[in-house]
């Protein structure tokens, strides 16, 4: 079953405005990644956000965390037509566990 | 794709026929994990290994059964592949094994008739 649930499924934006997507999420977690995939290429790392972080940068990428909502949101800012792909949330949950739990993702789509 | 390949890339299969797909690594992880992904579902994990001989079940495991012989391979078998493990299939390999970064191979595209 899955763990992540991103929100919206799919989002359409014109260059230059931010995006942001939301995940919510159901059990303790350790930490929460998001990934993107472009179309028909493997999922690709973007950043990691640890259960006790409330907010992480990485350059135009910004991820806020609210355990107590069971919740995160992905914002991308200065959107690109490059950026168009989908991006998922995964959850790595209490105890150390191996695993992540992939959400089923949000197309994003950049128009020029 | 951080050192990570699939073969093949693109298989088409028959109902009942065995199939193999191969991941490979060259950055000497020691977990590696097989995902399949289907429209609607994202990402389900089918089987993992967090060392040589050692794997367990994922979350969609049936009709699924791996091995992983040597640190830089892990095998994922369909014994009797059905038309319901069309599919595209995602190796990926994390270095420390404690959910932190994965690194995704670039995927095998299964069909089966």
């Known amino acids: 079953s899955q763990q992540g649930e991103e929100d919206p499924q799919a989002l359409s934006i014109q260059e230059g405005e931010n995006a942001t997507m939301n995940c919510s999420y159901k059990?303790?977690?350790?930490?929460l990644q998001w990934y993107r995939q472009n179309s028909g290429r493997g999922l690709v790392h973007l950043i990691l956000?640890?259960?006790?972080?409330r907010e992480k940068h990485s350059g135009r990428l910004r991820v806020t965390l609210d355990t107590s909502k069971k919740s995160s949101s992905l914002l991308i800012t200065a959107s690109r037509a490059a950026d168009t792909a989908s991006y998922f949330c995964a959850t790595g949950s209490q105890g150390g566990s191996e695993k992540l739990v992939f959400g089923k993702g949000t197309k994003l789509t950049v128009n020029p | 794709d951080a050192g990570i390949t699939q073969s093949p890339r693109h298989k088409v299969t028959e109902t009942g026929t065995p199939v193999t797909l191969r991941c490979h690594q060259t950055?000497?992880?020691?977990?590696m994990y097989w995902y399949r992904q289907d429209p609607g579902h994202g990402l389900r994990l089918i089987h993992y290994s967090y060392g040589v001989k050692d794997t367990d079940k994922g979350e969609v495991s049936d009709g699924y059964s791996v091995s992983r012989s040597k640190t830089e391979d892990f095998l994922l078998t369909l014994e009797s592949a059905t038309s319901s493990q069309t599919s595209v299939y995602f190796c990926a390999i994390t270095d420390r094994g404690r959910t932190d970064t994965q690194y995704f191979g670039p995927g095998t595209r299964l069909t089966v008739l």
């Open positions: 950055e000497n992880h020691r977990y």
């Open positions: 956000i640890r259960s006790n972080e």
């Open positions: 059990t303790s977690i350790n930490n």
